[in-house]
């Protein structure tokens, strides 16, 4: 059935666990998410997000998750994740998407607070939820690394998200706090405390960028501190990749060949994480 962020988050803020978002780019990937949920009788967030449309465009997209959320038995939320341009969430919001992330955490505070509200009131308008973030969650490829010195130079001020949350009216907030996207080098150092304050200080849902790569223990203790969603996209697509190279080893060369082994890898990485956060039967 289709859902929003509140209808999914705001009860695994009050009971202490995550949802967990599994950013998709193909049917594959939505079949191994949705086996997973329906399985456990998990709630789940889908979606893509912008970076990702080069793999698959937003409206093919929408035309696949939409009606396989609706559909599904439990509550799915189709979400637009890092949506960097106005005029790529109102297509989000047009296609049925009933939740977008309007990433404006790269500009200045008031700008980013001015933005957010603008799409929050439209999203609401529509039905739908919409995630920020303040502080900025780097990226472990590419130029992000380089112009940091030091990520906690970016890291959410609690007083601020306060404020931002106020302000804005949004469902969710992405907050920086030690992760980033990608694949990790060098084993990530969250600041568990800064997650404690800012969730004593709102009662926003607080989201976890850059979650593939953490250890167990990492996200158990997030989430014991406050996180209330976390978002996964490289550990699904490295064991979709991990499942075509075993068909491939064994001989086989044929798409219709490496379909089953992806959806069922793809599956299992998601059980594994809705088990991690505690999401299993929360339908």
Do not use: W
């Amino acid at each position: 059935m289709l859902a929003t962020l509140n209808d999914v988050l705001l009860p695994a803020r009050r009971n202490g666990y995550a949802v967990g978002l599994f950013n998709t780019v193909n049917l594959e990937m939505a079949r191994g998410v949705l086996a997973a949920a329906e399985k456990l009788h998990s709630p789940v967030i889908i979606g893509t997000a912008e970076v990702l449309l080069p793999y698959a465009p937003l409206r093919e997209l929408a035309d696949l998750l939409v009606p396989m959320a609706r559909r599904a038995t439990v509550p799915v939320v189709v979400h637009y994740d890092h949506g960097l341009t106005f005029a790529n969430c109102m297509l989000a919001l047009k296609y049925g998407f009933t939740s977008i992330m309007y990433d404006r955490s790269t500009s200045p505070y008031e700008d980013n607070l001015r933005d957010v509200r603008e799409l929050a009131a439209i999203a609401h308008a529509f039905g739908a939820t919409v995630e920020a973030e303040l502080g900025h969650v780097c990226n472990t490829e590419g130029s992000d690394e380089q112009e940091v010195g030091s990520p906690s130079d970016y890291y959410t001020d609690p007083t601020q998200a306060r404020d931002f949350a106020e302000r804005t009216k949004i469902d969710a907030l992405a907050i920086a706090v030690g992760t980033a996207h990608g694949a990790y080098k060098l084993p990530p150092k969250l600041d568990f405390e800064r997650i404690e304050t800012i969730a004593s200080l709102i009662s926003t849902p607080l989201v976890l960028h850059g979650g593939s790569g953490l250890s167990d223990e990492d996200f158990r203790h997030a989430i014991r501190s406050g996180i209330s969603k976390v978002n996964i996209f490289t550990d699904l697509n490295a064991a979709g990749a991990a499942a075509t190279q075993r068909v491939l080893n064994e001989g086989k060369h044929a798409l219709t060949d490496m379909i089953p082994y992806q959806v069922a890898a793809m599956q299992a990485a998601t059980e594994t994480k809705m088990r991690l956060f505690g999401s299993v039967d929360k339908a």
